[in-house]
């Protein structure tokens, strides 16, 4: 299976330990003291990172748009983060054991992000048809995941194309379905596997946007390598896609349940624990005297019946009891043992 290194070491990969990354986007509504609780919040949740996202107003709409839509500008002034602040929680983030990244929408934006050494950068579904900016993206080397959300397959294949003609081949792509929340019945998991097949040598995540945890669940049994969930302090608040991020106590059970999920895949080989080994003598069954057996008597198929436990002569063992003869009497229903016998 496909596997990713990122610039911080941790390895990402198909149907291993998920990379679980806490999408904050803007519910920290501007604020610096919440965006530092929410690190704290998916840090203590058990998430390998918090992604944050790098747009200004300049480089997320035009100016026809703010013209027709003033107060978006001023809610996207309001929730945007200056590289400033961006850089001083990534420091939070390394103080803190979680990673730091972001998504950019612009040039100086990925620079940033290099230049600040995130693990990984992010590029968002919205950019699979902007290949220019792809490529400009991978020629930084540092190590991508690609959301897919929105897109056909052909341009999926695009995007990962013009991404490894850059000489970039550290390359991860998520499943999404960019819509905000998304309905179960709309998800298409099995997705995954198609991507796997298609993209044999990328690590396949998935970018979660349902309610509840189920689904990204169901993602980590197909061997989903990351998992992205958007996270927030209070779903009450008014913010971007803030409705449907999961609060922290639902993040720490995601957590958990995927860390329990891919544990419980184990590997496709049919392995007995000890444990199990020494439960079939509790289990299983064994032959008994289905009658008083005199001693001398040569067991037939009639004198013999199976049952519990399996400390005995095992069903397999039937052509080595029929025919034998007995050193002793045998009462009824006692487990038969290689002593009871010439």
Same mark, same amino acid.
């Not at 050494?117 to 902007?130: C, G, H, R, T």
């Not at 995954?192 to 298609?198: D, N, P, T």
């Given at each position: ?22 999408? $904050?986007? #803007?519910?920290?509504? %501007?604020? &610096? ?7 704290? @919040?998916?840090? !203590?949740? /058990? ?97 991508? $995941?690609? #959301?897919?959300?929105? %897109?056909? &397959? ?7 194309? @013009?991404?490894? !003609?850059? /000489? ?175």
């Amino acid at each position: 299976m496909a596997e990713c290194r990122l610039r911080d070491g941790t390895l990402v990969g198909d149907y291993i330990s998920p990379y679980i990354i806490a999408e $904050v986007n #803007s519910s920290h509504g %501007g604020n &610096m003291d919440m965006a530092m609780q929410m690190i704290d @919040a998916a840090s !203590e949740a /058990g998430c390998n990172c918090v992604k944050f996202q790098s747009w200004s107003a300049e480089s997320l709409y035009s100016a026809s748009y703010y013209r027709e839509h003033p107060v978006a500008k001023r809610f996207v002034n309001k929730f945007s983060l200056k590289p400033e602040n961006l850089r001083k929680l990534a420091e939070y983030c390394n103080q803190r054991g979680v990673g730091f990244s972001s998504t950019p929408y612009s040039e100086d934006e990925v620079d940033f992000l290099v230049d600040i050494e995130v693990p990984f950068i992010k590029i968002a579904s919205m950019e699979l048809d902007n290949l220019d900016f792809v490529r400009y993206i991978a020629r930084k080397n540092v190590p991508l $995941v690609l #959301s897919t959300g929105m %897109g056909e &397959m052909e341009e999926i294949g695009k995007a990962v194309q @013009a991404i490894k !003609e850059e /000489g970039n081949h550290d390359l991860i792509l998520l499943h999404c379905v960019s819509v905000y929340p998304a309905k179960e019945e709309t998800i298409c998991l099995n997705n995954i596997l198609g991507l796997r097949e298609r993209f044999p040598e990328c690590p396949i995540g998935f970018s979660d946007h349902t309610l509840g945890d189920e689904v990204a669940i169901g993602a980590i049994i197909l061997g989903a390598a990351v998992v992205e969930k958007h996270l927030t302090l209070d779903r009450s608040k008014i913010g971007m896609d803030n409705q449907m991020a999961m609060e922290p106590a639902q993040m720490k059970e995601l957590v958990r349940k995927c860390r329990i999920a891919q544990t419980s895949l184990g590997k496709k080989e049919r392995i007995l624990t000890p444990q199990e080994y020494e439960q079939r003598k509790n289990m299983r069954r064994s032959f008994v005297s289905a009658h008083y057996i005199a001693k001398g008597t040569v067991l037939s198929k009639e004198d013999l019946a199976l049952k519990r436990p399996g400390t005995g002569f095992a069903p397999k063992d039937i052509e080595n009891l029929i025919g034998r003869r007995t050193l002793s009497d045998i009462e009824a229903d006692l487990i038969i043992k290689e002593e009871h016998l010439e």
